[in-house]
């Protein structure tokens, strides 16, 4: 859907400077977006980048002199953004309310009004699935399973037995929710699986990516705090509790019974090892593994994860390596010449 500057700056709520005459249909980066879109800046360190760019025009917090075009000024510029993105979105068919025919639909399910479930779905007896919920193609949903209203579970999705999922909640494809933990005791000569007869309970407005797994509890629960967001590729282990609005980057992986407050923020290929309890707030940097507690409103990077600041210092540290060694060689020929002489004086 195209819209002339102005009309978009009346749907952002933004100031505008400039023609509001020119015709945007999509967002794009700074660096190649066209006269028929939209860019953003966020910060000062691209601004060079914008005075060079071709954009129909910006969305801005304050007016940028170096750009001539049309500028959007609002208050909160990722708000704005994330409103341009979904005004230009690709406009996709709706998938149709109602049970496609090839759906398996077990005994005692009950669907509620409005629902879409796709082809090729099986539906175990017992389950129940809230309004407007959509369930794609290939998705299994275990026996007495329970998805509130307003959710999304993308092609393939796997919900096992006894999980319960709440309101606007989406899973992408190929996610993986309740399957057994890893959990084994090695008695009489080989390793014996740990029975997991818990559940799994993920709070609303959460939303999981691609190809995770969110395992079962051996008892009791796993459970996802309402309004995380979590990213592809992430392993969250038996009894695990995550707090609100966590965010988990791609392929961080959660060992049993780790508990994390509100508000963590997990970076890519984060590692945590079993029964850890982390503070509200924490941030932990990419890569790094954690293998102790961590009191709330600390940053952390490294492997083994410590604070930022100290780590940057052993980084910068490690840089200097390769001269120390160099000079220290130096310094051993200066000290074995030195005593070399004094034994020929003997």
Do not use: W
């Not at 700074?30 to 071709?54: M, Q, W």
């Not at 997991?196 to 190809?211: F, K, L, T």
């Not at 709330?296 to 780590?311: C, H, N, T, V």
């Amino acid at each position: 859907m195209g819209l002339t500057v102005a009309q978009l700056a009346e749907r952002l709520g933004a100031e505008l400077v400039g023609d509001g005459s020119g015709q945007i249909n999509a967002v794009g980066p700074i660096e190649t977006a066209g006269k028929n879109e939209v860019t953003f800046i966020s910060d000062d360190k691209h601004i060079a980048a914008l005075e060079k760019s071709g954009a129909g025009a910006v969305i801005a917090a304050s007016r940028t002199e170096g750009f001539a075009g049309p500028q959007l000024l609002v208050k909160n510029v990722d708000s704005a953004l994330i409103e341009a993105l979904n005004i230009f979105a690709p406009k996709l068919k709706v998938p149709p309310t109602g049970i496609d025919p090839t759906a398996k639909i077990g005994r005692d399910v009950k669907i509620a009004a409005g629902v879409s479930v796709g082809p090729v779905v099986v539906i175990d007896d017992g389950v129940e699935i809230g309004e407007n919920s959509i369930i794609a193609a290939g998705c299994k949903i275990g026996q007495n399973s329970k998805l509130g209203k307003n959710c999304r579970l993308d092609s393939n999705v796997v919900v096992y037995h006894n999980c319960t999922i709440g309101n606007n909640v989406v899973i992408q494809a190929n996610t993986t929710i309740g399957s057994t933990g890893f959990g084994y005791s090695f008695i009489d000569g080989s390793h014996k699986l740990i029975p997991h007869n818990g559940v799994v309970v993920i709070e609303d407005y959460v939303e999981i990516g691609a190809n995770c797994c969110v395992d079962r509890a051996k008892f009791g629960e796993t459970r996802i705090g309402a309004g995380t967001k979590i990213d592809n590729l992430v392993q969250i282990a038996h009894n695990v509790v995550i707090g609100k609005c966590c965010l988990l980057a791609g392929m961080v992986g959660i060992s049993g019974s780790c508990k994390l407050g509100d508000g963590v923020v997990l970076a890519g290929q984060v590692g945590l090892a079993d029964n850890i309890e982390i503070g509200d707030g924490v941030i932990v940097g990419a890569q790094s593994g954690l293998f102790r507690n961590v009191a709330a409103g600390q940053q952390l990077f490294g492997y083994p994860a410590i604070d930022k600041r100290e780590m940057m210092r052993v980084i910068g540290l490690t840089r200097r390596l390769p001269k120390l060694i160099e000079r220290l060689k130096q310094l051993t020929v200066r000290i074995e010449s030195i005593e070399a002489a004094e034994n020929d004086k003997k």
